[in-house]
């Protein structure tokens, strides 16, 4: 096979592949997956002091999102107390992860987190009643 054809053959695969990614492209562009829905709006966020350590909580309708000091986030949820829970559960609200690995307790002046059944941050209070 002389130089030439090998040259040639070479070039016109080239010109293929560009063609291929051309087209590639433009198919992207006309039927690319659409993009993210709009985030919730969050209604209300806290911050909670436990000692030296600041918690944040936002807060949407029954869910929330808690951001821990070493940057983790972690999506939880609000389930209300069951029928036979005590009169004093009705004083808390429980937010708790898909998995429960992850529970977040809040009353009108203090809240604490739990993480795999043990207190991770207790006795915090709101950032604003200091």
Not at 10 to 38: D, H, K
């Amino acid at each position: 096979m002389k130089s030439i054809h090998l040259w040639h053959g070479a070039v016109g695969i080239a010109l293929v592949c560009v063609g291929i990614g051309i087209i590639g492209g433009v198919a992207y562009l006309l039927y690319a997956p659409e993009s993210a829905p709009p985030q919730e709006v969050v209604e209300n966020s806290s911050a909670y002091i436990c000692g030296e350590t600041r918690v944040l909580v936002a807060f949407s309708d029954t869910d929330a999102t808690v951001t821990l000091p070493d940057s983790r986030s972690i999506a939880v949820v609000y389930t209300p107390p069951t029928p036979e829970a005590p009169p004093e559960a009705l004083l808390w609200q429980r937010y708790a992860s898909t998995d429960g690995s992850f529970v977040f307790w809040r009353s009108s002046d203090v809240a604490f987190f739990e993480e795999n059944g043990s207190v991770l941050f207790g006795q915090c209070e709101p950032e604003n009643q200091g």
